[in-house]
């Protein structure tokens, strides 16, 4: 079986793809959409940005996503729009009008991909909602300056888009049965079903599992790696589920940063400022909230966040299911408590009691698009004045996402005052051993980690902290 998807209305059907190929080597070579282009092959620069849809009720979504990590099995069954999908009849569409009249383009390299981001805010896309800058903030321009792509994004108003034949054309296009294939010896698979996909994973356990690539996608466009048996699982419906209760919010391993952004920051708001820094709109429109977890970064911005919430992780196989405890997930680096066979199902992250403290950093050395230095979250409960217990965790500081184990045994029975800050701020220094590298020394590490805490505490006492890196305040 190939890969079939909606390109202008018609029907592009790829009979045996190579599972590694990029969406963006397809458009630029043999469709011949050129207006795509590469930049940085990793997911960062976005003028590879098109829009993505998929049926959604009586309607399409529609989402920005990067081209050049997405790989050919991950559009089956979809809708791709490009920069020349706009014009009609060589025309420019209002975005594009507004944009060379405003004189938003000099080089031009990048205009299409900030076309593609703009106009998908047009149009309702994922994110939509979102102001013109976070919505660009995945596109970077060299020559330009943001200045007159902000104004030319913020005069385009909302455009009315008629999906109907998109949808119709989606009709059965995927099937019902689970796409596969096999190239040049490597398989493929797109289960439809988390039933369908421990079926898979049970007759292949080594199988890599993608669902946004995200990350496994610079393996292949800079690691340069030959990968084999691959399952794709953004077409589980079973797995898209975001369930919000009084107790919490259970989040699908499908489900997208994007999706997921309005109901963690309604779990507390330094969640949601947390996702809308992770990547660009891109990325979160592809990347899931699971897959974030299941790949086990030490740098993944989202693990420590939902560790110091107290976080469980459900994971699925033939065998059954079984919970645990998401800080236990993490053995070590490169290595997770994931068995042969078995998947990430879902999170549980429990809703913060009134009253409890949150607060949830990351430093980077730019505020947009950036992996972290250090990350820091903490949830304390805090009754009559004392702190009666305390979950801190960081990122960046170990080879895993870990617990600040010292810390948190100062801070537990102690009165939530400013001696007590200090004693943890100091155990913090014998919690962690980090690394030097590109992003920031071990000792800088270590003193951001103890000014991450004392930036609750000023927080806590009404004071204005700064929203961006410590080094910049």
């Known amino acids: 079986m190939g890969v079939r998807f909606l390109l202008d209305g018609a029907v592009v059907e790829?009979?045996?793809?190579?599972?590694?190929?990029?969406?963006?080597?397809?458009?630029?070579?043999?469709?011949?959409?050129?207006?795509t282009k590469e930049g940085c092959a990793e997911g960062d620069c976005g003028a590879c940005t098109v829009l993505v849809g998929e049926a959604a009720g009586e309607g399409v979504q529609w989402r920005a996503v990067n081209a050049c990590i997405l790989f050919l099995p991950m559009i089956h069954g979809k809708a791709v729009m490009t920069v020349e999908s706009l014009s009609a009849g060589g025309a420019l569409n209002p975005l594009q009008a507004c944009m060379a009249a405003n004189g938003s383009s000099q080089c031009g390299f990048c205009t299409p991909g900030f076309v593609m981001s703009?106009?998908?805010?047009?149009?309702?896309?994922?994110?939509?909602?979102?102001?013109?800058?976070?919505?660009?903030?995945?596109?970077?321009?060299?020559?330009?300056?943001?200045?007159?792509?902000?104004?030319?994004?913020?005069?385009?108003?909302?455009?009315?888009?008629?999906?109907?034949?998109?949808?119709?054309?989606?009709?059965?296009?995927?099937?019902?049965?689970?796409?596969?294939?096999?190239?040049d010896g490597r398989q493929w698979f797109v289960p439809r079903s988390s039933d369908a996909l421990v079926d898979v994973l049970a007759a292949h356990p080594e199988a890599r599992i993608v669902a946004g690539a995200t990350d496994v996608g610079l393996w292949v466009t800079k690691g340069l790696r030959d990968l084999d048996a691959l399952v794709f699982i953004g077409d589980v419906a079973d797995l898209k589920g975001l369930e919000e209760t009084a107790g919490g919010l259970r989040i699908g391993a499908g489900v997208r940063y994007a999706e997921a952004h309005g109901a963690l920051a309604r779990l507390h708001p330094d969640l949601g400022e947390l996702v809308r820094r992770i990547g660009g709109l891109q990325v979160r429109s592809s990347a899931t909230v699971c897959g974030n977890i299941a790949n086990g970064s030490p740098i993944g911005d989202g693990p420590p966040a939902l560790i110091a919430l107290g976080a469980e992780l459900t994971l699925r196989s033939a065998a059954g299911r079984r919970t645990l405890p998401l800080e236990d997930y993490f053995?070590?680096?490169?290595?997770?408590?994931?068995?042969?066979?078995?998947?990430?199902e879902s999170v549980f992250v429990p809703r913060p009691a009134a009253g409890n403290v949150i607060h949830v950093s990351k430093l980077s050395r730019r505020f947009d698009s950036d992996i972290s230095a250090v990350l820091g979250a903490f949830a304390l409960t805090v009754k009559a004045g004392t702190i009666t217990a305390a979950r801190v965790a960081f990122g960046g500081m170990a080879a895993t996402p870990r617990r600040a184990a010292g810390c948190e045994a100062v801070l537990a029975g102690q009165p939530f005052s400013e001696a007590t800050i200090a004693a943890a701020a100091e155990a913090l220094t014998a919690d962690f051993n980090p690394l030097t590298d590109v992003r920031g020394t071990a000792a800088y590490r270590i003193e951001a980690a103890s000014a991450l805490l004392w930036r609750l505490w000023y927080r806590e006492q009404g004071a204005a902290v700064c929203v961006l890196d410590v080094e910049a305040c």
């Open 118 to 183: 703009l106009h998908g805010r047009a149009i309702g896309a994922l994110g939509s909602e979102l102001p013109v800058a976070d919505a660009i903030a995945g596109n970077l321009c060299r020559c330009t300056g943001y200045g007159p792509i902000l104004e030319a994004g913020e005069a385009v108003p909302r455009l009315a888009q008629d999906d109907r034949a998109v949808l119709a054309g989606l009709a059965g296009l995927a099937g019902d049965d689970m796409a596969c294939g096999n190239f």
């Open 14 to 35: 790829l009979a045996a793809p190579d599972p590694t190929a990029t969406l963006l080597e397809t458009l630029r070579g043999p469709l011949r959409r050129t207006g």
């Open 331 to 344: 053995l070590d680096y490169g290595k997770q408590d994931r068995r042969p066979g078995e998947f990430v």
